[in-house]
């Protein structure tokens, strides 16, 4: 089992900063890659950024790329987003996920943390 909790989320004006962490616990030896994925009211969730175990690089979707940066620590305990930039349509409640497969799904989800972008 992996237990997540998000953190960092907030309320913040258009062109402004936040940085969401995630903290794992339980068997994190067990996780290959962790991820952000994000929900706004009314729609789908979506995939925000992914990084892996192997290596260092984040993979991004087209609507934050440049703006967002994940990473991580050593020992994959540890996972922030950092946000810049933010604009209105960033506002959504971020779930940090963790897959102990190489392969989705992801199976371990937190409970949310929600983020508010004013114009």
């Known amino acids: 089992q992996v237990q997540l909790v998000e953190s960092g989320g907030g309320m913040v004006q258009a062109g402004g900063s936040l940085r969401l962490s995630c903290a794992a616990s339980g068997r994190t030896f067990s996780i290959w890659n962790m991820a952000w994925f994000r929900q706004a009211p009314g729609k789908e969730r979506e995939f925000v950024a992914v990084i892996r175990r192997s290596d260092d690089n984040g993979g991004y979707a087209d609507a934050v790329k440049g703006r967002f940066t994940i990473s991580r620590d050593s020992a994959m305990n540890t996972v922030y987003l950092q946000m810049n930039s933010l604009k209105p349509e960033d506002t959504a409640v971020y779930y940090c996920?963790?897959?102990?497969?190489?392969?989705?799904?992801?199976?371990?989800w937190g409970q949310g943390t929600q983020v508010t972008v004013s114009s």
């Open positions: 996920a963790a897959q102990t497969t190489p392969m989705p799904p992801y199976k371990y």
